[in-house]
């Protein structure tokens, strides 16, 4: 079975014998998967009146302990979502009521970002739809060639410097 990298390298192969091109083999279907899954997941996020950006706020938020409370930095480094993203994701989830910055108890000058019930239950509702899709995505592979995909990718983000906060 062949897919589209797989024409592509052949084309590479007959312009450039020269070259060697396997790491268009791994970098290209890594690309390609990012699209397709980004599109996918889109679609259930939006499903739930969300994008990608809020629904890593929320999750983050609620996979925080009890009362699922964080400061803005900490909410940055423990998501997914860029520092520049954080201040206007957190402008429109505070606007929507599902979440609430409060002045810190013990620093005047920093805030705390809280999960409001209406924002637990809002991501206790989609993520299930959320992983039920990466169940669905990641389907065509057994259990153990994901976690030896897995692993692969972790090696490769850890060699790229993607470290543990």
């Not at 520049?84 to 108890?105: H, I, K, M, N, Y």
């Not at 809280?114 to 389907?139: F, K």
């Amino acid at each position: 079975m062949a897919d589209q990298v797989d024409y592509i390298l052949r084309q590479w192969h007959a312009q450039r014998p020269d070259l060697d091109v396997s790491p268009m083999a791994v970098i290209g279907r890594l690309s390609r998967l990012s699209r397709l899954i980004e599109a996918e997941l889109g679609r259930t996020f939006a499903r739930h009146g969300l994008d990608r950006a809020s629904f890593d706020v929320l999750a983050t938020l609620r996979r925080s302990e009890p009362p699922h409370r964080l400061t803005p930095a900490a909410l940055m480094r423990a998501s997914m979502v860029t520092s520049g993203a954080v201040t206007q994701r957190l402008d429109r989830l505070e606007s929507r009521g599902l979440v609430r910055r409060t002045p810190s108890d013990s620093d005047g000058r920093g805030v705390h970002v809280t999960l409001t019930a209406e924002g637990l239950a809002l991501i206790d509702r989609a993520l299930p739809d959320h992983l039920a899709t990466e169940q669905r995505m990641l389907s065509a592979l057994t259990g153990q060639r994901r976690d030896e995909l897995a692993a692969t990718l972790r090696d490769l983000l850890e060699s790229l410097g993607d470290n543990t906060p």
